[in-house]
């Protein structure tokens, strides 16, 4: 095969995937709209990829991969009610609302993906208040298959469906987001042993706006974390502090423990150990979106699945089961998460209380059996993969998790009835 002229070869931010593809790079709407106008009308592909922070391989192009990153402009602040392009990142949305005095209500571990992609798989973030930030979607404006420049708001039949389209309905070129004042948390984090953690959720989850823990594999011990609004930004964290917690020793120690575990993989559960007693409480203040992302610079690959929230006890058992009979070693901690029902067809959360469960494995170390046998626990129990997290489901397993799923193909029918937007991802999701 020829490798057309403009083609780049892409990589994913966790390494697992990779494409070469012809690029295209439009620098407005218009340009968008003529670009697909012009992939529709001689049989070709477009996959847009944002900021390319997916471990599945849903945002990997075969044929043309379309940057938005040009179109990242901030287009109007109405009230709560903010405009901006899609191709913005959650790193630079949350500068333009921190400068109007604005927030989300609330995000995801990190803020390096575009708002498209970002909505487009439902990532969500902690909170039995809040679902995915899909929800907090007001109005959106997408280019679909026939070069068209349509609006959708909650009048429209689609909307549902748009508002978390896994990148299959169209170009999203502009979001409106629905979003609140500016908020200051307070971060309570501690150490605790997992039947502690999972004895107080039941009063945590709803007493507190955002709850989360961290569970070490081969131990009983994990963090907490409870985020609570507070009025008073009055006890910030010291810069030493947070640069020994969020970037030494969870990026640069973590890095190293890391790789002695992957070279020596004995010693994972000795080092976990280690990792878990190490843990210490801090108790800070600071800007909603400072609370809620940090960064991470140590690559992993991870598989996020959710399920009702009640079914949380069951999951956890198992996975002990799961780590005993693996032939091989767990060193990343198991991320559990919490949030409400919304609306939106294919979102995790759809139509009920969740809890997440994130299965991690450090670059490079093996992980299929354990996320495998991960899914084989979380199937039965009505479990939803995260659209951006490795799974292994396909359109006749998923059909029955999203009481909405046909819905959401009608409207795939009616607005790419050639698929123009699809990959090999969206062919085994969603169906052909
Ligand atoms: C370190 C790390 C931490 C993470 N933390 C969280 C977390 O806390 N919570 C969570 O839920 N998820 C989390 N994720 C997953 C991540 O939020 C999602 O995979 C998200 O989709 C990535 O956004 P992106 O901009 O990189 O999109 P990509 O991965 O590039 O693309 C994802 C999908 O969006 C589509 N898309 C992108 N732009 C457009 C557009 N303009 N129009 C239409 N479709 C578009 C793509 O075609 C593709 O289908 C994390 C991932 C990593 C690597």
């Not at 708002?115 to 902690?126: D, I, L, P, Q, R």
């Not at 959401?408 to 123009?420: G, K, Q, W, Y």
Request: charged share 20%.
């Amino acid at each position: 095969m020829t490798t057309p002229v403009n083609s780049r070869r892409w990589t994913n931010w966790g390494l697992n995937q990779e494409s070469v593809a012809d690029v295209l790079t439009p620098g407005s709407v218009d340009e968008v709209a003529t670009q697909v106008k012009q992939a529709g009308d001689s049989g070709r592909r477009v996959k847009v990829v944002g900021s390319g922070h997916s471990f599945t391989s849903i945002a990997v192009a075969d044929d043309q991969r379309m940057y938005v990153h040009r179109l990242n402009h901030l287009i109007s602040v109405d009230g709560p009610l903010v405009t901006v392009q899609a191709g913005m990142t959650l790193s630079a949305l949350n500068r333009v609302l921190a400068e109007n005095d604005l927030a989300m209500p609330n995000l995801g571990d990190i803020d390096a993906q575009t708002v498209a992609g970002a909505v487009s798989t439902g990532t969500h973030g902690t909170g039995i208040g809040h679902a995915t930030l899909a929800s907090c979607v007001e109005s959106l404006t997408m280019v679909t298959a026939d070069g068209t420049i349509r609006r959708y708001t909650a009048a429209s039949p689609e909307f549902p469906a748009v508002r978390l389209g896994l990148g299959a309905l169209g170009v999203i070129v502009e979001v409106t987001l629905r979003c609140v004042p500016a908020f200051t948390l307070l971060a309570e984090e501690r150490p605790m042993t997992l039947p502690d953690m999972l004895a107080g959720l039941d009063e945590w989850i709803p007493q507190d706006d955002h709850v989360e823990f961290f569970w070490y594999p081969y131990t009983d011990r994990g963090q907490l974390k409870r985020n609570r609004r507070v009025e008073l930004d009055d006890r910030p964290l010291s810069r030493f502090r947070g640069w020994l917690d969020d970037e030494f020793l969870s990026n640069t120690v973590w890095q190293g423990v890391c790789s002695l575990g992957r070279r020596v993989p004995g010693t994972v559960p000795a080092l976990n150990g280690i990792a878990a007693r190490a843990l210490s409480a801090r108790s800070y203040t600071g800007r909603s979106h400072e609370v809620f992302c940090t960064s991470r610079r140590v690559k992993f690959t991870e598989m996020e699945y959710e399920v009702p929230r009640a079914a949380l006890p069951e999951v956890l058992a198992a996975i002990t089961r799961i780590f005993e009979e693996l032939p091989f070693r767990v060193q990343f901690p198991v991320e559990v998460r919490f949030t409400g029902p919304d609306d939106v067809w294919l979102s995790h959360g759809h139509g009920r209380e969740s809890a997440y469960i994130a299965a991690h494995q450090y670059l490079g170390a093996p992980y299929e059996p354990y996320f495998r046998a991960l899914e084989a626990v979380c199937t039965p129990l009505g479990g939803r993969p995260h659209w951006g997290k490795l799974h292994y489901r396909d359109a006749e397993s998923l059909r029955p998790a999203y009481p909405r799923f046909d819905d959401f193909l009608a409207v795939r029918n009616e607005l790419d009835p050639r698929r123009v937007f699809t990959n090999e991802y969206l062919t085994r999701v969603l169906g052909s």
